[in-house]
């Protein structure tokens, strides 16, 4: 799926955001936030008053309004979802109304570069995106169930990015903000404080940490004093009270130390109320750094169990994304969850015929050259994922 | 910084070949000898599993980094937070009556003078006051006797004014009634269960024992408890009713019984207690008594009949391990008066006797009732909320019971996960610290943690089993053998 296009411009002289809208929009203020759409040189009423016509095919005659034409790849959107049309006629969808994976990629920027990251950061100033995000905010659709912030580094808009969860609170207060943020800046304790007095209804911090020895962490982030920073962040978000769940990748050079890091976990934040073992996800940085840590799956399963078994026992919530059943051990199963985004998720030639695929996690569609050795169709088992 | 540097800890030579190490929040790891040596004369190389791994728990560090000294502080602040909120646990002795006549028992007296044994109305008021003077944000108030039961007037009192009065305030109160149950009787459960009441009981074991150790007139304590017991869990809930179970020397030879009988009543815990060395008890050692060795003997088999119970799919918690194991295993307080640095005499607990006098324990007012009145704090009726809890006495006690400055206990391994019984060493040896060589304390609490370290050590089974009494929840199915 695309979430984006170029299309032929017209009228549109800095980035407008607005709904989208395939049937008449009633009430007049909502009108003026709407992009109305037009199929082969049909408008669904009189564009007057809306903020503009993406026209899908042939345009309409609208003189003197924002118009982009000749659309072809975003068919799918439909009323309630949120586009970006920038000036040179580039529309990004921003959010679909239709989908439980909507996220604001709130920076490209990073101060840390993992060697597996999947989305290498840019050193590019996009801190005048912040209006944007904003304006997004105010136009998703309040019943969203889910919302993610992610980036890059999202803190490091600092007060802008204290401003995004403060307007999500107030705007969306009944859809849950999940924040992806590597949490090095909540090691300024103030920082830490500001967030929680936001006093978010639902957020979570979702917060990577890689080994219980310092030096592991760091090279893993390729940050000198990451290891630090994050651990400390976590005990002062607990303090403030924002809820935080441990990420951890699975690789080469987290997978030796990983039962003793579940050990870690369970022992200095026992506070997080959820804690992710995630299967690398082959795409980006991960390639360039193949040798250091790329490890069959099917050969940490040993680890993964242990590490799983001691988080457990000490009562915590855990969960296995991008596993695949037929690699992962049996015990495993309960905990493994189908987390891929809808519309990066697939399953292989060799996945015909399993009986059990329906339940399984699947690919990253982004990587699936490299992957376990172990991956075969398996026949079906009454087992069923628990709800 | 080139190197490394230690990180405060203790240790113990733990078997022919290994040295047990253990930080100040209760971290532990197990070391070679020579891995230990190496480890103190700061040889270990950098790179090594060890060196990783004794850094990651937090018994050196290697740079100018914080996050060793600040994770460590957040542990220890969480370890002592049974220290907020002062006296939380408070205990009212309604009545010293018992229609029981059991040989252990601590102070009871089998009597019809209402006016000589019963908390009088005005003197529960006075005691009510005091209770909710504490900062604790949660109250928990335990009636006891005697047999409290033979004064429920005083019962209902106690628990419809304190009830009242806690959500006056937007407190949380939470009632037990301490109770052998031979009284018990409908009009008391419907109370009990309109205001929420839990009931704690005694079982000692299969009937033979619990009526050899718990005389009453016609003999029958074991067919009212089990009666009442079933009778009581269908109006107030199971779980709604507890059971303790005391040793005596007769107890000692039916270790399996005692926990089969618990198993058969449908409990989900059992506290293997034993003797407490006051009141009567102490006056009848020869019948009932036995040495610390012999208790721990019948503990271990007790234990060993439990792991075996819980493998077979049923789960039972054995409450002073589970209480250890927490503190073993996981950075979590519990506050248990009776083992905690500094002691909870007073500052965890405190009890108000029937005639109105405070006592900073239940021993310290078994110990006034056989003449030695050093622990009362004062009484309802005469002394101000600050005398009492600010007193003297309530002072010298919680400074000698700070286990970190007694001698043998301030460098044994186990400390963080033990505690001090000042009452209970005066009442023995007549000195409040400890002399830990020869103390019955030491040698029970030193033994059960190793062993509970040894049992954790042993198998994968019993390691599953004690996580899941930790986390109070039974192990799934697949889970069992």
Not at chain 1, 147 to 169: N, Q, S, W, Y
Not at chain 2, 231 to 255: F, I, K, P, W, Y
């Amino acid at each position: 799926m695309r979430l984006h296009e170029n299309g032929r411009v017209a009228g549109v002289d800095r980035t407008l955001v607005g709904r989208v809208a395939r049937r008449p929009v009633a009430d007049a203020g909502a009108r003026a936030d709407s992009w109305l759409i037009a199929e082969e040189g049909a408008l669904p009423c009189d564009p007057a008053g809306y903020l503009g016509v993406l026209a899908f095919g042939e345009p309409p005659a609208v003189p003197g309004m924002p118009l982009v034409a000749r659309l072809r790849q975003l068919a799918y959107l439909d009323d309630g979802d949120v586009v970006a049309v920038d000036p040179n006629g580039f529309v990004r969808t921003l959010y679909r109304r239709a989908s439980n994976h909507n996220f604001i990629l709130v920076t490209e920027q990073c101060n840390s570069l993992c060697l597996m990251c999947s989305q290498p950061p840019k050193q590019l100033d996009d801190f005048d995106r912040l209006p944007e995000h904003l304006r997004l905010i105010d136009l998703i659709d309040p019943a969203t169930a889910e919302l993610g912030i992610t980036g890059g580094e999202p803190t490091l808009f600092r007060d802008g990015f204290l401003a995004l969860v403060a307007r999500c609170g107030e705007r969306l207060p009944a859809t849950a903000l999940h924040v992806l943020t590597n949490g090095r800046l909540f090691f300024y304790r103030r920082f830490a404080e500001k967030l929680g007095r936001i006093a978010h209804p639902d957020l979570v911090l979702g917060i990577p940490l890689y080994s219980d020895v310092d030096s592991q962490h760091d090279w893993i982030v390729q940050a000198p004093g990451a290891f630090e920073e994050t651990v400390l962040g976590l005990q002062h978000l607990d303090r403030y009270g924002v809820r935080v769940e441990i990420r951890v990748v699975l690789h080469a050079l987290s997978i030796p130390r990983l039962p003793r890091l579940a050990a870690f976990i369970a022992r200095n934040f026992p506070f997080a109320c959820h804690v992710a073992l995630m299967g690398l996800e082959m795409f980006g940085l991960v390639h360039k750094h193949l040798d250091e840590l790329w490890i069959d799956p099917a050969h940490y399963q040993r680890e993964l169990l242990a590490a799983s078994e001691i988080l457990c026992d000490a009562g915590m919530n855990v969960s296995l994304y991008n596993q695949q059943l037929c690699v992962l051990d049996r015990r495993l199963w309960p905990l493994a969850r189908k987390s891929i985004s809808d519309w990066k998720n697939v399953y292989l030639p060799e996945c015909n015929g399993c009986g059990v695929m329906s339940d399984c996690g699947g690919f990253f569609a982004s990587g699936t050259k490299i992957r376990s050795a172990a991956i075969r169709p398996l026949a079906g088992l009454p087992y069923r994922a628990p709800p | 910084m080139s190197g490394y540097r230690l990180l405060p800890f203790r240790f113990l030579r733990f078997d022919g070949a290994r040295t047990l190490v253990v930080n100040e929040t209760g971290e532990y790891h197990f070391l070679t000898n020579g891995d230990f040596a190496r480890f103190t004369r700061r040889e270990l190389p950098p790179d090594s599993e060890v060196f990783l791994d004794l850094k990651a728990k937090h018994f050196l560090f290697d740079s100018g980094s914080l996050a060793p000294f600040e994770l460590l502080a957040t542990k220890y602040r969480t370890r002592k937070s049974f220290l907020e909120g002062f006296t939380s646990l408070h205990l009212f002795v309604v009545s010293l009556r018992c229609e029981h006549s059991c040989h252990y028992c601590q102070v009871s007296r089998v009597s019809a003078d209402r006016t000589r044994y019963d908390m009088t109305e005005e003197t529960a008021r006075r005691a009510l006051d005091l209770a909710f003077r504490s900062p604790a944000p949660h109250l928990k108030i335990e009636l006891q006797g005697g047999e409290p039961l033979l004064n429920f007037e005083r019962v209902r009192q106690i628990v419809l004014e304190g009830g009242a009065r806690a959500a006056r305030e937007g407190r949380q109160v939470e009632f037990v009634v301490t109770t052998n149950l031979a009284l018990l009787d409908e009009e008391m459960l419907a109370f009990f269960r309109e205001r929420d009441v839990f009931l704690s009981t005694s079982l000692d074991g299969p009937e033979a024992v619990h009526n050899a150790n718990r005389p009453r007139p016609g003999n029958d304590s074991y067919a009212r408890v089990v009666a009442n017991l079933g009778r009581a869990r269908e109006v107030l809930g199971h779980d709604r009713v507890a059971a303790l179970m005391t040793a005596t020397r007769l107890s000692l030879q039916h270790a399996a019984e005692i926990v089969d009988e618990y198993v058969a009543r449908g409990f989900s815990s059992i506290f293997l207690r034993p003797l407490s060395p006051y009141g009567f008890a102490l006056r009848t050692v020869r019948t009932t008594g036995y040495s610390t060795r012999e208790f721990l003997d019948f503990y271990v088999r007790a234990l060993e009949r439990i792991l075996e119970v819980n493998g077979q799919g049923t789960f039972l918690v054995e409450t002073y391990a589970q209480l250890l194991l927490t503190r073993m295993l996981t950075p979590f307080a519990t506050g248990y008066v009776d083992l905690q640095s500094p002691a909870g005499a007073g500052i965890g607990a405190v009890v108000y006797n029937y005639d109105g006098d405070v006592y900073a324990s239940d021993e310290s007012r078994m110990l006034a009732e056989m003449g030695d009145s050093r622990f009362r704090l004062g009484n309802v009726h005469r002394d101000s909320y600050q005398d009492l809890f600010g007193g003297a006495t309530l002072r010298t006690l919680v400074a000698a019971s700070v286990a970190e400055s007694i001698p043998g206990c301030a460098d044994c391994a186990f400390l963080p996960w033990c505690g001090a019984d000042p009452v209970h060493h005066y009442a023995t040896t007549g000195d409040l610290v400890p002399h830990v060589p020869t103390s019955d304390f030491h040698e029970r609490n030193f033994f059960i943690i190793r062993h509970l370290l040894s049992l954790y050590e042993r198998d994968e089974t019993t390691r599953r089993i004690f996580w899941s009494w930790i986390r109070e929840e039974p192990l799934a199915r697949e889970e069992v053998a």
